[in-house]
T-cell receptor
Framework: EAGVAQSPRYKIIEKRQSVAFWCNPI?????LYWYQQILGQGPKLLIQ????????DSQLPKDRFSAERLKGVDSTLKIQPAKLEDSAVYLC?????????????FGPGTRLTVL | QKEVEQDPGPLSVPEGAIVSLNCTYS??????FMWYRQYSRKGPELLMY????GNKEDGRFTAQVDKSSKYISLFIRDSQPSDSATYLC?????????????FGTGTRLTIIP
């Protein structure tokens, strides 16, 4: 079974530029998550989708971050404009369903450096 | 005060030793408790999860939850160099709106051959 795919793996941009990350979840997984993991910290949930609807985006900085999952499969996360403090690993995860007992499977992440 | 506190380490132990990793938490609504292992440049992978209080064993790994003390532990017996990774505790509630995972900062563990 293929895992969660993410691209690109690494990205370096200057502040005020925009950037987009892509995630392809495990086939059949209805729930998709985007996490931000700053160096030395645990992952923090940014947004959670159930199919193509948003379940929780309470911790998403909506003035600069946006995410979509138009067809209920792939998802993109965009930052515009980027700030220095956005330097982090952006992890995508997926699970069969929304209930907490459904295991979340994580992708390898996209490491973003903002200069 | 953070909802979940975890000693970041780093922790280095010789091969074969018993490792104890711990987290404390403040949110009494947490009911699901998980341990993830994260290798360098990889995403976290679920090791074990426990619902409510008690112990759970899986091979060399034992997870303990003490809800009265708001304290969870992961024990690794007969530690191996392949156990070298960052270990993250995570927890969540079960009621609607309380289901997102809250992670600790992670403990970096090195097993010395």
């Amino acid at each position: 079974e293929a895992g969660v795919a993410q691209s690109p793996r690494y990205k370096i941009i200057e502040k005020r530029q925009s950037v987009a990350f892509w995630c392809n979840p495990i086939s059949g997984h209805a729930t998709l998550y985007w996490y931000q993991q700053i160096l030395g910290q645990g992952p923090k949930l940014l947004i959670q989708f159930q199919n193509n609807g948003v379940v929780d985006d309470s911790q998403l900085p909506k003035d600069r971050f946006s995410a979509e999952r138009l067809k209920g499969v792939d998802s993109t996360l965009k930052i515009q404009p980027a700030k220095l403090e956005d330097s982090a690993v952006y992890l995508c995860a997926s699970s069969l369903g929304i209930a907490v007992y459904n295991e979340q499977f994580f992708g390898p992440g996209t490491r973003l450096t903002v200069l | 005060q953070k909802e979940v506190e975890q000693d970041p380490g780093p922790l280095s132990v010789p091969e074969g030793a018993i490792v104890s990793l711990n987290c404390t938490y403040s949110n009494s609504a947490f009911q699901y408790f998980m341990w993830y292992r994260q290798y360098s440049r990889k995403g976290p992978e679920l090791l074990m999860y426990t619902y409510s209080s008690g112990n759970k064993e899986d091979g060399r790994f034992t997870a303990q939850v003490d809800k009265s003390s708001k304290y969870i532990s992961l024990f690794i017996r007969d530690s191996q160099p392949s156990d070298s990774a960052t270990y993250l505790c995570a927890m969540s509630g079960i009621s609607f709106g309380n289901e997102k995972l809250t992670f600790g900062t992670g403990t970096r563990l090195t097993i010395i051959p």
